[in-house]
RNA sequence: UCGGGCAUCGUCUAAUGGUAGGACGUCAGGUUCUGGCCCUGAAAGUCGAGGUUCGAAUCCUUGUGCCCGAGCCA
């Protein structure tokens, strides 16, 4: 347990990372701001898929709850009846429980809320801080003015209390049209920080609810809703990614006008990711457009997309864990990502053999008819995986790129006249090729030494290279899908580098392999089920697989020194 | 142009006026029945200019660069 390679299992606290938010919730502590309590939300809107940039917002929330003995809930941000949908709160409630969070019976909804949103305007309007305007959107635009120049009071901007009490419940009566009235707050059209130029909180919308039906046909904005929906909730911090900063002193006015409790919102920089796209649009775009498959298509940087890859929810933690938060906008390698797979993986996955472009392998001194069962451990790095047999016999496959007709040197693998060990089998030497009619390799005649047995006294002899082969009897036919990143270039999202992101999409970012081999236990493969196909990378069972015909997802390859070294010839 | 924010190895991130550290990536080597894992080592950074201080990544001034903001989106 005190190994290294199991710090996983060490407590959450010690792998917990500082960040900047620590300090400040430290602070709020110990002057008892809160009363000593962390209360968070994570808070989507129902309107798609999360994605890895959602993990870290995830990761960030409840992992404070945890670091502070507090609590987070999940709050689905569903303030705008033309976007959202029902279907994608029960996928946003799959992929939290995925990443392993629990909300305790903590679900809530802006639109719980709705009700008193709609009193606390009333009582805003009462204060004369809120106001019913008829311009018109286009009108609204030109009065606020630009970034550089202040902008210009409504004309409506001074009705009396009793004409806007009685505007704003027509509105809410549904007696205007969409776009025909809004409510307004009343705070300063000169303000340098355009949300603070009386910001829109109310406009109508007749338009069904998927929780509200249409109870309502007046929707509250984010601004109006979101700070009162943390306040009602208890929530002690707000976090929030960087776009929001400017939102801030409009938060705080609400809960100041109100005079209810205000928590204090904290910003940080949004997670970027090279070689992938995280923004909303883009990656509808490339569903829509038949990219990729669909929003659970394994290149998809989607949490769907990474489970059906085969990304372990732990890598996805860990990833969050060493990515950390601050306020600087930044990019981070997605070798990060994949290193973080692999760790996990490396640890958990049982190894198995699987030969994904097949060669025909044929032992000449090995006796026709025989075979025999070879031991194989599951797992190098965790000895309580145990083991599982593997039978070997005259005809197996090896992996094509395995064997070369003149090879370069430093290449370990089979040659005419080179020799090798089959992982935990024997060692065989090359003594023929066999070729068809263009000259292509299709077979290779060899010899085995029956005294380098796995296992056996004799059986430690060195040799430089080890392939992992299936046996051409037993194997079962399988398909393999090799995925690679989704994009060519490191920033795909960069509009000015690149005005069309797709012409940026990696071709080769799905091959499938339909005639590989497998050892026949992989038939059995439940989807889902993470493997490390032996030299060859992790693997994961899709949910098309079936015990007839066996599917699997690349997650993620092995690190490839060989490839290195090839391509530098 | 107005308001807000941010600048530390290639990348991400620590250092809270006191030895600029870690991780990924890269390179070199060791080990290996996975060219994996593991181990060892190396290269690599405080945006510029002034100032305060015994001492500055940190504080001050100033410059530069980048990000966000003019939805009845969130």
Redesign the pocket.
């Known amino acids: 347990m005190n190994d290294?390679?199991h710090r996983q299992d060490a407590p959450e606290a010690e792998r917990n990372?500082?960040?900047?938010i620590?300090?400040l919730i430290d602070e709020d502590n110990r002057s008892g701001r809160f009363g000593g309590r962390v209360h968070t939300r994570f808070?989507?809107?129902p309107?798609g898929y999360l994605h890895i940039g959602h993990a870290k917002s995830i990761c960030l929330n409840f992992g404070l709850a945890r670091r502070y003995g507090g609590q987070c809930n999940l709050r689905f941000?569903?303030?705008?009846p033309?976007?959202?949908e029902g279907r994608f709160v029960e996928a946003i409630r799959e992929d939290v429980r995925w990443l392993g969070f629990d909300w305790g019976g903590r679900e809530y909804f802006?639109s719980d809320y709705f009700g008193q949103l709609h009193d606390w305007a009333v009582e805003l309007i009462r204060a004369g801080k809120a106001y019913v305007?008829d311009?018109?959107?286009?009108?609204?635009?030109e009065y606020?003015?630009?970034?550089?120049?202040p902008g210009r009071d409504s004309p409506y901007r001074n009705r009396t209390v009793e004409k806007n009490l009685d505007l704003f419940r027509r509105m809410r009566a549904g007696e205007f049209a969409?776009?025909?009235?809004?409510l307004r707050a009343r705070i300063d059209m000169a303000?340098?920080?355009?949300?603070l130029r009386d910001?829109?909180l109310y406009?109508?919308?007749k338009a069904p609810h998927h929780r509200t039906g249409d109870t309502w046909c007046i929707?509250?904005?984010?601004?109006w809703?979101?700070g009162q929906s943390d306040s009602i909730e208890g929530v002690t911090h707000s976090i929030c990614t960087?776009?929001?900063?400017?939102?801030?002193p409009l938060y705080d006015w609400f809960l100041d006008a109100l005079g209810v409790h205000h928590p204090q919102q904290i910003?940080f920089?949004r997670l970027?990711l090279?070689h992938t796209v995280l923004s909303k649009r883009k990656l509808l775009a490339l569903v829509n457009n038949g990219h990729v498959a669909g929003w659970d298509d394994p290149r998809m940087p989607t949490l769907s997309g990474l489970r059906r890859r085969g990304v372990p929810p732990q890598s996805v933690h860990d990833f969050c864990e060493?990515?950390?938060?601050?306020?600087?906008?930044?990019?981070?390698?997605i070798?990060?990502f994949?290193?973080c797979v692999?760790?996990f993986m490396?640890?958990a996955a049982p190894?198995m053999m699987a030969v994904l472009r097949p060669l025909k392998v044929v032992i000449e001194n090995y006796p026709e008819g025989r075979s025999e069962e070879m031991v194989a451990e599951n797992?190098?790095?965790d000895p309580a995986a145990g083991t599982r047999t593997v039978s070997f016999s005259r005809e197996i496959f090896i992996e094509r790129e395995d064997f070369m007709e003149d090879?370069p040197k430093?290449?370990?693998?089979l040659a005419p006249g080179a020799e090798v060990?089959?992982?935990?089998?024997?060692i065989i030497r090359c003594e023929k090729v066999m070729k068809g009619a263009a000259g292509e390799v299709v077979e290779v005649l060899c010899r085995y030494d029956p005294e380098?047995?796995?296992?056996?006294a004799q059986?430690?002899r060195?040799?430089?290279?080890?392939?992992?082969w299936v046996s051409a009897a037993h194997a079962v036919r399988a398909e393999v899908r090799l995925y690679e990143h989704l994009f060519t270039v490191e920033n795909p999202g960069d509009e000015?580098a690149h005005p069309d992101f797709t012409a940026c999409l990696n071709p080769r970012s799905l091959e499938v392999l339909t005639d590989c081999r497998v050892e026949p236990g992989l038939a059995r493969a439940n989807p889902g089920d993470r493997f490390?196909f032996?030299?060859?990378g992790y693997f994961a069972a899709d949910r098309d697989s079936t015990e007839k015909a066996p599917v699997f997802n690349r997650t993620v390859t092995?690190?490839?020194?060989?490839?290195?070294?090839?391509r530098?010839g």
């Open positions: 290294p390679k990372a500082a960040n900047f620590h300090p808070p989507p809107e309107n941000d569903d303030t705008n033309t976007r959202e802006a305007d311009l018109s959107a286009d009108a609204i635009r606020r003015g630009t970034l550089s120049e969409d776009g025909e009235r809004v303000s340098g920080n355009l949300n910001p829109v406009r109508i919308l929707y509250p904005m984010y601004d809703a979101h960087l776009e929001f900063e400017d939102h801030r910003e920089a970027n090279t060493r990515i950390g938060v601050a306020r600087a906008n930044s990019t981070v390698d070798a990060l994949d290193h692999r760790d490396n640890r190894r797992n190098p790095e090879p430093k290449y370990f693998r060990r089959l992982k935990h089998a024997y380098s047995k796995s296992g056996q059986g430690g060195k040799v430089k290279g080890t392939l992992h000015k490390q032996l030299r060859m092995l690190r490839d020194t060989w490839a290195k070294i090839a530098k």
